[in-house]
Nanobody, 121 residues
Framework: QVQLVESGGGLVQAGGSLRLSCAAS????????MGWYRQAPGNQRELVAT???????NYGDSVKGRFTISRDNAKNTVYLQMNSLKPEDTAVYYC???????????????WGQGTLVTVSS
């Protein structure tokens, strides 16, 4: 089994910053891609950012230049630094990790429970 623990969400004023963290634990042989997605009320889940094992990143158009994704492979943790936050960034943010498990050596996609980010105007 693989577990993801997210932290760092909360309430912030427009223009402020937050940092999300997501730590993976369990029967992990290795971790491939890690990323963040978000879902606002009434909207579909959308890509925020992803990062490969080698450090290549990809961002959703709405967050480019404001958000930065990073990872610490030694800690099996992915981070999302969010700056210049806007009210439209308000959403539940979900961590997503593709791991290779010890038991199967197959890719397994795991989602976190979500953490709420609220940006007030």
């Amino acid at each position: 089994q693989v577990q993801l623990v997210e932290s760092g969400g909360g309430l912030v004023q427009a223009g402020g910053s937050l940092r999300l963290s997501c730590a993976a634990s369990g029967s992990i042989f290795s971790i491939n891609a890690m990323g963040w997605y978000r879902q606002a009320p009434g909207n579909q889940r959308e890509l925020v950012a992803t990062i490969t094992k080698g450090g290549s990143t990809n961002y959703g158009d709405s967050v480019k230049g404001r958000f930065t994704i990073s990872r610490d492979n030694a800690k099996n943790t992915v981070y999302l630094q969010m700056n210049s936050l806007k009210p439209e960034d308000t959403a539940v943010y979900y961590c997503n990790v593709v791991v290779v498990t010890i038991a199967t050596r197959w890719d397994l996609e795991v989602w976190g429970q979500g953490t709420l980010v609220t940006v007030s105007s």
